[in-house]
């Protein structure tokens, strides 16, 4: 059974701080997706890394694909109380399988 | 593009009752997904459709739990009968089918449906 472990699960920060949520796994994926989920809906596609190492920009979330394809990073510059939600990592496995195998996500709270 | 839509959005029912959510996908999209969310055990795939033809179900925990796609436009998900580990947050998603484009395979949720049984 594939698994994608997501670090940290929770974190409350100040407006404007930096913060970097990991998402980690002993398996192989084709490609990797970051969804972001807020209260009351359902995710949201922010992003899809396909090549190892690829890092992608979206506005102030930087993300980036492991090398061995086996992890990934989000990195976001200056938070903002708007970017408060639940960050879920999402790998498609090898093989052309529609089964994505997603994280429990990390629960983001950015404090005005 | 109206977006998945799933009803109910919120239900309570009681231990032993039997449970239907709704489904409409977007149009145009061949893929169809139940998803399920709970704190402790996340976003869990319950069954997949494609082309209304269901793929693959090893995610359905038991007999209890059935899903049918009888068009492209509509999709249930029945619990017979419920039980209170049921509660959870039930996601209808759908995509287009991506070829050979990986980067293009985007999923839709739907808002959820909220089932508390108790």
């Known amino acids: 059974t594939q698994l994608l472990e997501q670090s940290p699960q929770f974190l409350s920060i100040q407006e404007g701080e930096n913060l970097t949520v990991y998402c980690n796994s002993s398996?192989?994926?084709?490609?990797l997706q970051w969804y972001r989920q807020e209260p009351g809906e359902g995710p949201v596609l922010l992003v899809t890394?396909?090549?190892?190492?690829e890092v992608k920009k979206l506005k102030r979330l930087t993300f980036q694909f492991g090398d061995a394809r086996k992890d990934s990073s989000l990195h976001i510059t200056a938070a903002q109380p708007g970017d408060t939600g639940l960050y879920l990592c999402?790998?498609?496995?090898?093989?052309?399988?529609?089964?994505?195998?997603f994280g429990k996500g990390m629960k983001l709270t950015v404090n005005p | 593009d109206a977006g998945v839509i799933q009803s109910p959005r919120h239900e309570v029912t009681e231990m032993g009752q039997e449970v239907t959510l709704r489904c409409k996908p977007i149009?145009?999209?061949?893929?169809l997904f139940w998803y399920r969310q709970t704190m402790m055990r996340g976003l869990e795939l319950l069954i997949y459709?494609?082309?209304?033809?269901?793929?693959?179900d090893s995610g359905m925990p038991e007999d209890r739990f059935s899903a049918k796609m009888p068009n492209a436009s509509f999709s249930t998900l029945k619990i017979q009968p419920s039980e209170p580990r049921d509660s959870a947050v039930y996601f209808c998603?759908?995509?287009?089918?991506?070829?050979?484009?990986?980067?293009?395979?985007?999923?839709?949720f739907g808002e959820g449906s909220w089932l508390t049984v108790v």
């Open positions: 999402a790998g498609a496995p090898q093989g052309g399988s529609e089964k994505l195998v």
């Open positions: 398996s192989v994926f084709s490609s």
């Open positions: 890394v396909v090549t190892g190492g």
């Open positions: 149009s145009g999209h061949d893929y």
């Open positions: 459709f494609n082309n209304n033809v269901p793929i693959d």
């Open positions: 998603a759908t995509k287009r089918s991506a070829g050979r484009l990986i980067s293009g395979n985007t999923i839709y």
